[in-house]
Protein backbone atom coordinates (compact mmCIF):
# COMPACT_ATOMS: atom_id res chain seq x y z
CA UNK A 1 0.00 0.00 0.00
CA UNK A 2 1.46 3.72 -0.93
CA UNK A 3 1.71 6.41 1.53
CA UNK A 4 -0.20 9.04 0.15
CA UNK A 5 1.47 11.70 2.88
CA UNK A 6 5.25 11.16 1.13
CA UNK A 7 5.83 13.54 -1.81
CA UNK A 8 7.20 12.32 -4.70
CA UNK A 9 11.21 14.16 -5.11
CA UNK A 10 13.46 14.01 -7.90
CA UNK A 11 15.81 12.57 -5.95
CA UNK A 12 16.97 8.70 -6.00
CA UNK A 13 19.43 5.90 -6.08
CA UNK A 14 18.22 5.66 -9.67
CA UNK A 15 18.99 9.82 -10.37
CA UNK A 16 22.26 9.50 -8.30
CA UNK A 17 23.57 6.85 -11.10
CA UNK A 18 21.89 8.58 -13.72
CA UNK A 19 24.30 11.69 -12.71
CA UNK A 20 27.23 9.88 -11.47
CA UNK A 21 28.17 7.99 -14.51
CA UNK A 22 27.95 10.32 -16.68
CA UNK A 23 29.92 12.58 -14.69
CA UNK A 24 33.02 10.12 -14.49
CA UNK A 25 32.89 8.67 -17.85
CA UNK A 26 32.97 11.88 -20.01
CA UNK A 27 35.36 14.08 -18.25
CA UNK A 28 37.57 10.65 -18.28
CA UNK A 29 37.05 10.34 -22.07
CA UNK A 30 37.55 14.08 -22.60
CA UNK A 31 41.04 14.29 -21.05
CA UNK A 32 41.94 10.69 -21.97
CA UNK A 33 41.80 11.70 -25.63
CA UNK A 34 43.15 15.37 -25.27
CA UNK A 35 45.99 13.19 -23.87
CA UNK A 36 46.18 10.58 -26.86
CA UNK A 37 46.23 13.30 -29.78
CA UNK A 38 48.57 15.15 -28.00
CA UNK A 39 50.51 12.12 -26.84
CA UNK A 40 50.71 13.07 -23.37
CA UNK A 41 50.80 9.90 -21.23
CA UNK A 42 50.75 12.06 -17.96
CA UNK A 43 47.45 13.51 -18.63
CA UNK A 44 46.40 9.62 -20.37
CA UNK A 45 46.95 8.30 -16.41
CA UNK A 46 45.74 11.37 -14.58
CA UNK A 47 42.73 11.08 -17.01
CA UNK A 48 40.82 8.23 -15.08
CA UNK A 49 41.91 8.72 -11.67
CA UNK A 50 42.58 12.12 -10.27
CA UNK A 51 40.49 13.96 -13.06
CA UNK A 52 37.26 11.36 -13.20
CA UNK A 53 37.40 10.47 -9.66
CA UNK A 54 37.12 13.76 -8.65
CA UNK A 55 34.65 14.43 -10.50
CA UNK A 56 32.46 11.72 -10.10
CA UNK A 57 33.00 12.46 -5.99
CA UNK A 58 31.68 15.91 -6.71
CA UNK A 59 28.92 14.90 -8.47
CA UNK A 60 28.01 12.88 -5.40
CA UNK A 61 28.56 15.17 -2.74
CA UNK A 62 26.58 17.70 -4.72
CA UNK A 63 23.83 15.23 -5.27
CA UNK A 64 23.66 14.34 -1.60
CA UNK A 65 23.82 18.12 -0.32
CA UNK A 66 21.13 18.84 -2.63
CA UNK A 67 18.66 16.21 -1.66
CA UNK A 68 19.52 16.84 1.97
CA UNK A 69 18.65 20.61 0.98
CA UNK A 70 15.18 19.23 -0.72
CA UNK A 71 13.96 17.04 2.66
CA UNK A 72 14.75 20.21 4.87
CA UNK A 73 13.17 22.68 2.45
CA UNK A 74 16.45 24.78 2.21
CA UNK A 75 17.89 27.12 -0.30
CA UNK A 76 14.82 25.67 -2.23
CA UNK A 77 13.68 29.20 -3.74
CA UNK A 78 16.90 30.50 -5.08
CA UNK A 79 18.67 28.24 -7.38
CA UNK A 80 21.95 30.21 -7.79
CA UNK A 81 22.95 31.26 -4.45
CA UNK A 82 22.07 27.35 -3.97
CA UNK A 83 24.50 26.07 -7.03
CA UNK A 84 27.35 28.93 -5.78
CA UNK A 85 27.50 27.58 -2.65
CA UNK A 86 27.97 24.12 -2.93
CA UNK A 87 30.34 24.78 -6.16
CA UNK A 88 32.20 26.94 -3.92
CA UNK A 89 32.53 24.23 -1.17
CA UNK A 90 33.27 21.15 -3.81
CA UNK A 91 36.38 23.50 -5.07
CA UNK A 92 37.04 23.80 -1.64
CA UNK A 93 37.13 20.16 -0.72
CA UNK A 94 39.35 19.59 -4.02
CA UNK A 95 41.65 22.12 -3.11
CA UNK A 96 41.81 20.29 0.62
CA UNK A 97 42.61 17.06 -0.72
CA UNK A 98 44.93 18.09 -3.43
CA UNK A 99 46.98 19.38 -0.36
CA UNK A 100 45.64 16.71 1.97
CA UNK A 101 47.60 14.38 -0.25
CA UNK A 102 50.36 15.86 -1.51
CA UNK A 103 49.14 16.54 -4.95
CA UNK A 104 50.29 19.82 -5.70
CA UNK A 105 50.70 18.57 -10.28
CA UNK A 106 47.44 17.57 -9.71
CA UNK A 107 45.82 20.73 -8.55
CA UNK A 108 44.41 21.88 -10.99
CA UNK A 109 42.93 19.00 -12.30
CA UNK A 110 41.53 18.22 -9.34
CA UNK A 111 39.70 21.30 -8.71
CA UNK A 112 38.22 21.99 -12.30
CA UNK A 113 36.97 18.47 -12.23
CA UNK A 114 35.20 19.09 -8.73
CA UNK A 115 33.81 22.26 -10.64
CA UNK A 116 32.90 20.75 -13.60
CA UNK A 117 31.17 17.99 -11.52
CA UNK A 118 29.44 20.34 -8.76
CA UNK A 119 28.34 22.80 -11.89
CA UNK A 120 26.43 20.19 -13.90
CA UNK A 121 24.61 18.63 -10.75
CA UNK A 122 23.39 22.02 -9.15
CA UNK A 123 21.95 23.22 -12.28
CA UNK A 124 20.61 20.32 -14.33
CA UNK A 125 18.82 18.12 -10.89
CA UNK A 126 15.66 19.94 -9.85
CA UNK A 127 14.60 20.58 -6.02
CA UNK A 128 11.10 20.56 -5.55
CA UNK A 129 9.53 23.35 -3.43
CA UNK A 130 7.03 21.52 -0.83
CA UNK A 131 5.63 24.52 1.04
CA UNK A 132 4.32 25.64 -3.05
CA UNK A 133 2.80 22.28 -3.23
CA UNK A 134 0.81 21.80 0.18
CA UNK A 135 -0.57 24.72 -0.87
Known amino acids: MKNTNQLPSAFSLRTLVLAAVPSYVFPTLMSF????????TE???ASYTTIGLSSLVSTIL???ILW?????QILVQNKWVR????????????AFCAFLFDLP???F??????FLGATII???QKVKNYKDEKN
Open 122 to 124: TIR
Open 33 to 40: LSGYFLQK
Open 83 to 94: ALLIILLMISLG
Open 68 to 72: QLELK
Open 109 to 114: NITFSA
Open 62 to 64: SFM
Open 105 to 107: SEY
Open 43 to 45: LMM
